[in-house]
């Protein structure tokens, strides 16, 4: 089993910035993906950014030169550091992982984002 805890989430002006943070617990050597999608009420989770299984980083195209996601391997810690912030990033942000032997993909239990005046 994986645990992943996000933190980070919060009120922001537009414009502003926020970083995410997800800490992973477990067996976490066998991560194979992990990255971040977002929640707006009504619609299905959507994929912000990931570093897929092949070493490489995928942003969706809404986000693409305003968030960056990394992480430290000393931590356990993916980041997603966004910036320029508008009020269409206002969502729920959920952290997520894909573990090799299981089927299902694990889940953090999101953190809220709010961009507004």
């Known amino acids: 089993q994986v645990q992943l805890v996000e933190s980070g989430g919060g009120l922001v002006q537009p414009g502003g910035s926020l970083r995410l943070s997800c800490a992973a617990s477990?067996?976490?050597?066998?991560?194979?993906?992990m990255g971040w999608y977002c929640r707006v009420p009504g619609n299905e989770r959507v994929l912000v950014a990931a570093?897929?299984?092949?070493?490489?980083?995928n942003y969706a195209d809404f986000v693409k030169g305003r968030f960056t996601i990394s992480r430290d391997n000393a931590k356990n810690t993916v980041y997603l550091q966004m910036n320029s912030l508008n009020a269409e990033d206002t969502a729920v942000y959920y952290c997520?992982?894909?573990?090799?032997?299981?089927?299902?993909?694990?889940w953090g239990q999101g953190t809220q984002v709010t961009v507004s005046s």
């Open positions: 997520y992982a894909d573990v090799g032997g299981f089927s299902a993909r694990f």
């Open positions: 477990g067996i976490i050597f066998r991560i194979k993906e």
């Open positions: 570093f897929t299984s092949n070493g490489r980083t």
